[in-house]
């Protein structure tokens, strides 16, 4: 048995459909009530309670903490130590590439701790390690319906976003012993919030403008969904990523035997959400 947590997000939405297609049996976790597919068992768990995780007979567990990391942060190691308890073979955990290039700031640094714990642990890890995800330009889906526009800051800076479906692949690659250690997954090209528009616009076959927002414009924005710290953060990161944030990485090819999916891919498969 293999369990997901975070069953219903971006990722966690292929991965389970993934593995019940290779065959696995599969336990998909989330908060609320969530359609799964035929044949997996959906239970709903908060993480930050480890001991509603249904790990017994778990050979394999997928952990995506995502907003549930500060809710853990008095135990980070509560979730690997109940795995261990019960058994568990295998854990894949979902962190961030910025666990290596920025660390600090409180989020990475409790990310890192839950690495460190589960490299600590007696059972067999993947640390997957993502950059920017394609699934980010959701937040202009609204724009780009209403008045064809996409409103960004930093127009012309980029990093190699990656599909959250490729992130799925290699997790369900590792979930089930294909690969293990620490993995930096991104999209095989650097791509900018302009270029990003232009990939919309060709999915939809209509034009799309872009319209650069000044940091300022961009974080009054963001303050109305994340702390204004987060948001100064986001934008370091956007607005000036570091070498190592800009460089492709070959672990999704070598992982999966082919090149990441590009975001013009990712764009004309979500076109819907923009039409």
């Keep these: 048995m293999i369990v997901v947590t975070g069953a219903t997000g971006n990722i966690g939405r292929p991965l389970t459909r993934a593995l019940a297609e290779a065959g696995e049996q599969v336990v998909a976790v989330s908060r609320h009530e969530a359609a799964v597919p035929a044949g997996v068992r959906h239970v709903r768990a908060d993480l930050a309670h480890p001991e509603d995780l249904p790990l017994n007979g778990a050979k394999?567990?997928?952990?995506?903490?995502?907003?549930?990391?500060?809710?853990?942060?008095?135990?980070?190691?509560?979730?690997i130590d109940q795995a261990a308890r019960h058994g568990v073979g295998r854990v894949v955990l979902l962190s961030s590439l910025g666990v290596r290039t920025r660390p600090f700031g409180t989020t990475r640094i409790?990310?890192?701790?839950?690495?460190?714990?589960?490299?600590?642990?007696?059972?067999?890890?993947?640390?997957?390690?993502?950059?920017?995800?394609?699934?980010?330009?959701?937040?202009?889906?609204e724009s780009v319906r209403a008045r064809r526009t996409v409103a960004a800051p930093f127009g012309d800076v980029g990093?190699?976003?990656?599909?959250?479906?490729?992130?799925?692949?290699?997790?369900a690659e590792c979930l089930r012993g294909n690969a293990n250690g620490v993995?930096?997954?991104?999209?095989?090209?650097?791509?900018t919030p302009r270029q990003q528009a232009e990939a919309l616009a060709a999915a939809l076959g209509e034009p799309v403008r872009f319209?650069?927002?000044?940091?300022?414009?961009?974080?009054?924005?963001m303050e109305k969904m994340m702390p204004g710290e987060l948001?100064?953060?986001?934008?370091?990161?956007v607005g000036a990523p570091t070498p190592d944030e800009l460089a492709v990485s070959p672990d999704v090819r070598r992982v999966l035997g082919r090149s990441p999916r590009t975001f013009a891919?990712?764009?004309?498969?979500?076109?819907e959400a923009f039409r």
């Excluded at 990093?159 to 997790?171: H, N």
């Excluded at 891919?265 to 076109?271: I, S």
């Design 211 to 221: 319209h650069e927002l000044t940091r300022a414009e961009a974080k009054a924005g």
């Design 60 to 79: 394999a567990l997928f952990l995506l903490l995502s907003g549930d990391l500060h809710a853990v942060d008095a135990h980070p190691a509560a979730l």
């Design 265 to 271: 891919e990712w764009a004309a498969r979500h076109v």
């Design 110 to 141: 409790l990310m890192r701790g839950l690495e460190d714990r589960l490299r600590e642990s007696d059972v067999d890890w993947t640390v997957l390690r993502p950059g920017g995800f394609a699934s980010n330009a959701l937040w202009w889906a």
């Design 183 to 191: 993995l930096e997954l991104t999209g095989p090209e650097v791509v």
């Design 159 to 171: 990093v190699p976003v990656i599909d959250p479906a490729d992130i799925a692949e290699v997790a």
């Design 231 to 237: 948001a100064d953060d986001t934008l370091d990161i």
